[in-house]
């Protein structure tokens, strides 16, 4: 297990000097820059500009320039931000993305694996049937119409919340929950799912021939591999949680990662889409190291040697 880590640690460097390589370039070959406006400044103003963020030198050194940047641990300053680094943008707003992620991820495990375990306790039965409506309307309702619909019942019609912003960390729990119930109906359909697989197995017919209670059979037997489906889910969801979801930011006008990730593009800010980007990256691969790790203890035939 430890050789295993120990690999896919190493990986990681060939990655990232691959997304931060596609990234730099691809953004220097979009049109427009990041100091473009419709007012015009004097060829002087902007001389100095490009001289300050050496955008000015040619493409290949300033390539060379970013990956000495990023090889001790600076990701740059930010084009927009005059008064900010990339790497404090991220330290203040990735915060706030992470605490509504971890209520979303909460939110949308307990939901989803509950709902998933009650409709496969009774396969093709109301249970299972109205279990599953509720799945598929959580996933057809998108977030911009759940924020709204809890903003305006617990935060107009019951007081309970503040409408947008935080001020407490109960604040915090109406995003999480906008965020996490379509991911809850995920979670229910890929649990019901695995858990329908693993009940047709010959060990369960042997577990019930041997007299023992469905709640036993449930716990001990069919979890375990019954959540697969909904573990290799984990990965990219709870990265896509953490790192904060736009829409979900801008309706309870929270100052999160998600927001500042798209203004950026749309500023052509170059240095802080590539930092969050590469921060991106390394969530996701440090998430799928977790799952795989996680795949060791839910099935005994899975091994790292």
Known sequence: MLGYIIRRLL????????????????????????FDSERQISAEIQANINARYHLDEPLGKQYLRYLQMLASGDLGPSFRYADRSVNEIIATTFPVSAMVGLIGLF?????????????????NSWRDYSAMLLALLGISLPSFVVGPLMILLFSIKLGWFSVSGYNRLQDLLLPGLTMGIMYAAFFARLTRGGISEIIRQDFIRTAKAKGLSNTVIMLRHTLKGGLLPATSFLGPAATAMLTGSLVVETIFNLPGLGRFFVQSALNRDYTLVMGCVLFLAVLIVIMNLLVDLAYAFLDPRVTYD
């Open 11 to 34: 990986q990681v460097i060939p990655v990232l000097w691959l997304v931060a390589t596609s990234t730099f370039f691809l953004m220097h070959a979009a049109p427009g820059g990041p």
């Open 107 to 123: 939110f949308a495990l307990s939901i989803g694996l509950s709902t998933g375990i009650f409709a496969a306790s009774k396969l």
